[in-house]
Nanobody
């Protein structure tokens, strides 16, 4: 079991920036990491992942605006959100998948609200 704790959500104005963080309880080098989001009344969707043969993959809706990264020393995973839009409003979830395994874990989610 991998425990994931997200932080960094909040209220941000359109065009602004926000950085979400995800702290893992396991060595992050053992994990593939992803960010998902779920807007009210919608299904959870993939935002970005590095779980594609080591490549970073971004949803079309966020490509060029969001960036994922890791701090290996601190076992942390980030989502840098720039030029945010109202449609980015959602609960954002951190997800991990153990290498060479189908075992996945989810964080509790962090709310991001984009509004003026």
């Amino acid at each position: 079991q991998v425990r994931l704790v997200e932080s960094g959500g909040g209220l941000v104005q359109p065009g602004g920036s926000l950085r979400l963080s995800c702290k893992t309880s396991r060595n992050i080098l053992d994990l593939h990491m992803s960010w998902y989001r779920q807007a009210p009344g919608k299904q959870r969707e993939l935002v970005a992942t590095d779980d594609d043969g080591g490549k970073e993959v971004y949803a079309d809706a966020v490509k060029g605006r969001f960036t994922i990264s890791r701090d290996v020393a601190k076992n942390m995973f980030f989502l840098q959100m720039d030029d945010v839009k109202s449609e980015d409003t959602a609960v954002y979830y951190c997800n991990s998948r153990l290498l060479l395994s189908s075992k996945t874990n989810w964080g509790q989610g962090t709310q991001v609200t984009v509004s003026s």
